[in-house]
């Protein structure tokens, strides 16, 4: 049983910076691929960024290039995603994706396990 536990969400004013974690169960998660999405309010989730299981491959949606940050600590079983220069539109529910193999995928659709998802709004 794979479980996905999301925390670093909340308020913050456009300009600042979050970092969210992904802390997983399980004993393979250096296995796998990692992905977070999120999700606006009427909108699908979209692909925010991904990083392989070695952490050597990351990629990112063009909206949060330069501003995030995806990185992973396999021995503490935690992904991360370093957010700064922050824009009223980030503002969206984050998930965090494991991937069925080591490689990214830019869809939700392969990605078969999820976490609950943590809030996070930008106040102009």
């Known amino acids: 049983q794979v479980q996905l536990v999301e925390s670093g969400g909340g308020l913050v004013q456009a300009g600042g910076s979050l970092r969210l974690s992904c802390a997983a169960s399980g004993r393979t998660f250096s296995s796998y691929a990692m992905g977070w999405f999120r999700q606006a309010p009427g909108k699908e989730r979209e692909f925010v960024a991904g990083?392989?299981?070695?952490?050597?491959?990351?990629n990112y949606a063009d909206p949060v290039k330069g501003r995030f940050t995806i990185s992973r600590d396999n021995a503490k079983k935690t992904v991360y995603l370093q957010m700064n220069s922050l824009k009223p539109e980030d503002t969206g529910v984050y998930y965090c994706?494991?991937?069925?193999?080591?490689?990214?995928?830019?869809?939700?659709?392969?990605?078969?396990?999820w976490g609950q998802g943590t809030q996070v709004t930008v106040s102009s």
């Open positions: 990083i392989s299981w070695n952490g050597r491959s990351t």
């Open positions: 994706a494991r991937a069925p193999g080591g490689d990214i995928y830019f869809s939700p659709d392969p990605y078969d396990y």
